[in-house]
Nanobody
């Protein structure tokens, strides 16, 4: 069992930056691939980024590539999402998730946090 808690969301102007954190507890953190997803009102949950347990094999959605950076610190049981050059269309609830083998689809992940709201004003 893995418990995940996100933090770091908030309100920011377009062009600004935020850093999301996800604290994990439970079983061996480094054994899990971690992902970030987001869900805007009335839309399906969508993939943002993923990172394997070793910190390798990083993938991003095309919509955030070059602006967002995913990283992890296995010693701290944490994964991060640095978001730069934010746009109003990045507004959503952001979720971190854990998976045994990773992927870009929500059903690839068995453990989810409660989400943190990110609002980007124009």
């Amino acid at each position: 069992q893995v418990q995940l808690v996100e933090s770091g969301g908030g309100l920011v102007q377009a062009g600004g930056s935020l850093r999301l954190s996800c604290a994990a507890s439970g079983r061996t953190f480094s054994g899990y691939a971690m992902g970030w997803f987001r869900q805007a009102p009335g839309k399906e949950r969508e993939f943002v980024a993923t990172i394997r347990g070793s910190g390798s094999n990083i993938y991003y959605a095309d919509s955030v590539k070059g602006r967002f950076t995913i990283s992890r610190d296995n010693a701290k049981n944490a994964v991060y999402l640095q978001m730069n050059s934010l746009k109003p269309e990045d507004t959503a609830v952001y979720y971190c998730a854990a998976a045994v083998s990773g992927g870009s689809r929500p059903y690839d992940y068995g453990y989810w946090g409660q989400g943190t709201q990110v609002t980007v004003s124009s």
